[in-house]
């Protein structure tokens, strides 16, 4: 086997260990605090395998023996053993734990050859490629698939709170962070584009090591600015399946810790679990996957009739619209303002434009496949727009590019790309009804047939009075229909 030899103890390595943290000291009752000449321990590497070692508390005294190998694993128990694959000079420390306190002792240790076959482990291989991948392995967040990123309470076993959806993050930093795993020299690269992410919590954790320059994404929280060193280590504890990175790395969202819990790694797949030391009593879950698999799905092309009547008033039962930051009152199976021959419907829509909001919408997206809009390119509905509205009233704008500044008695319907989370609107393609009759139902067709080779729409969005003003409003419509 090829040697390599690697001489600072930066290359650092947690392998097999039996250990766990000591307890508190009033637990034991060990008799009393040993002098420091009492405290002892030998070294003996095997005699066939000289890079594993076992440690022997050999102390005058009564005690619990803590162990750090110097190569970031630990253990514990006055008989234990360390494993080094590589060579290097280590500092090994034995702490006597004692019910009147607690002795430490340290010893240098030098390794003069490394051990390869000590890697020889399925993690590893899962992590890094092997030993005879010198390139490493590049793992990835998996954008594209739900459940990428997460968070929950500390003792839940799944991001229960709140889980990504595809492509939910798009719009921050957090896609940029690429990490590379290297098995020989337990090295770790990482790279992204000056920032990483963060919410609330973990601003000021970043803020705290020196990193305080901040934007806020449209995808939300913080993206800081980070830039990351040219090389780190990694620590992979085999036995309670946890990996550690050096030097305070994290993976590229900071929750204020290093070290995280292996869920799951093998080929396809790297799942982890951090406890947030930003914010005590949370957890957050990351699924990561090998760079050359993070490839945008193909999403087919179809043509879905779609239509609703809005009869039934549980939510639940629509077509499969949404709400976004609309007002409490909109609901379906709501009573028809008025039932006359154009629309004799007993139940229709009441569309509420929330007071405040600059963005209210209903909107549709479809799961799977993209808008054939070659042939099916005709949104029809019937709409209802009340006089008692207040139409003249000039309100608040979300920004100076705003020029509409009153509740208008108009909708618009907008076909979009979801892929680009809260940029969908910058390829949008938008129609407007604009001063609209009042108090009478209007049935109106948008024709999309102009952008009938768009192939990226997959959300339809429609709204009414306008948007980009802060007034509300009540609106009413019906059969709807997205057809040929």
Same mark, same amino acid.
């Given at each position: 086997?090829?040697?390599? &030899?690697?001489?600072? @103890?930066?290359?650092?390595?947690?392998?097999?260990?039996?250990?766990?943290?000591?307890? !508190?000291?009033?637990?034991?009752?060990?008799?009393? +605090?040993?002098?420091?000449?009492?405290?002892?321990?030998?070294?003996?590497?095997? @005699?066939?395998?000289?890079?594993?070692?076992?440690?022997?508390?050999?102390?005058?005294?009564?005690?619990?023996?803590?162990?750090? $190998?110097?190569?970031?694993? *630990?253990?514990?128990?006055?008989?234990?053993?360390?494993?080094?694959?590589?060579?290097?000079? #280590?500092?090994?420390?034995?702490?006597?734990?004692? *019910?009147?306190? @607690?002795?430490?002792?340290?010893?240098?240790?030098?390794?003069?050859?490394?051990?390869?076959?000590?890697?020889?482990?399925?993690?590893?291989?899962?992590?890094?490629?092997?030993? !005879?991948?010198?390139?490493?392995?590049?793992?990835?967040?998996?954008?594209?698939?739900?459940?990428?990123?997460?968070?929950?309470?500390?003792?839940?076993?799944?991001?229960?709170?709140?889980?990504?959806?595809?492509?939910? *993050?798009?719009?921050?930093?957090? #896609?940029?962070? !690429?990490f590379t795993f290297k098995q020989v020299g337990v090295q770790m690269n990482w790279v992204n584009n000056g920032f990483v992410y963060t919410n609330g919590g973990g601003l000021a954790g970043l803020a705290a090591l020196g990193y305080s320059q901040s934007v806020e994404p449209p995808a939300g929280d913080f993206d800081v600015a980070y830039v990351p060193l040219d090389a780190y280590t990694f620590s992979l504890n085999t036995t309670d399946s946890t990996l550690t990175l050096s030097d305070n @790395? $994290?993976?590229g969202h900071f929750a204020g810790s290093s070290t995280y819990e292996i869920l799951s790694l093998n080929e396809t797949e790297m799942y982890l679990k951090v406890l947030s030391a930003s914010e005590p009593g949370n957890a957050w879950w990351y699924r990561f996957i090998p760079k050359e698999l993070?490839?945008?799905? !193909?999403?087919?092309?179809?043509?879905?009739?779609?239509?609703?009547?809005?009869? +039934?008033?549980?939510?639940?039962?629509?077509?499969?619209?949404?709400f976004d930051a609309m007002g409490d009152l909109s609901i379906p199976g709501y009573q028809n303002p008025a039932p006359v021959p154009l629309n004799e419907s007993p139940k229709v829509f009441l569309y509420q434009k929330k007071a405040g909001e600059f963005y209210s919408?209903?909107? #549709?997206?479809?799961?799977?496949?993209?808008?054939?809009?070659?042939?099916?390119?005709?949104?029809?509905? &019937?709409?209802?727009?009340?006089?008692?509205?207040?139409?003249t009233t000039e309100y608040s704008v979300a920004g100076t590019h705003v020029t509409n500044t009153k509740l208008q008695p108009a909708v618009a319907v907008k076909l979009q790309n979801s892929d680009l989370g809260g940029n969908a609107w910058s390829t949008q393609t938008e129609i407007v009804m604009a001063d609209l009759e009042k108090d009478k139902w209007l049935e109106l067709t948008f024709d999309f047939s102009h952008v009938a080779d768009r192939e990226d729409y997959d959300k339809i969005v429609i709204q009414f009075g306008m948007e980009g003003h802060s007034g509300g409003g009540v609106f009413f419509f019906d059969d709807f229909s997205f057809s040929e």
């Open positions: 086997m090829k040697k390599y &030899k690697w001489t600072s @103890a930066v290359w650092a390595l947690s392998l097999l260990f039996f250990a766990c943290e000591p307890q !508190e000291l009033d637990d034991y009752d060990l008799g009393t +605090k040993p002098m420091e000449t009492e405290v002892t321990f030998t070294t003996t590497p095997q @005699a066939d395998r000289p890079n594993v070692v076992t440690f022997n508390n050999t102390s005058n005294a009564t005690g619990v023996a803590v162990w750090d $190998f110097g190569n970031g694993s *630990k253990g514990k128990g006055d008989q234990v053993t360390g494993e080094y694959p590589f060579a290097g000079n #280590y500092t090994v420390t034995m702490v006597l734990y004692t *019910k009147a306190g @607690a002795i430490d002792k340290t010893f240098s240790l030098t390794i003069e050859n490394d051990d390869l076959s000590l890697l020889e482990h399925p993690l590893y291989a899962a992590l890094t490629g092997g030993a !005879e991948n010198a390139d490493g392995k590049t793992w990835v967040f998996d954008q594209y698939n739900s459940g990428h990123f997460g968070v929950g309470a500390a003792d839940m076993t799944s991001p229960q709170w709140w889980a990504a959806g595809p492509n939910d *993050k798009l719009e921050c930093s957090l #896609y940029t962070q !690429e @790395a $994290f993976m993070n490839v945008k799905p !193909e999403v087919p092309l179809k043509v879905v009739p779609l239509s609703e009547d809005f009869e +039934k008033a549980d939510v639940e039962d629509m077509l499969g619209f949404a919408n209903i909107f #549709y997206a479809a799961e799977g496949y993209k808008f054939d809009l070659s042939s099916q390119n005709q949104i029809t509905m &019937k709409v209802f727009i009340p006089s008692y509205n207040d139409y």
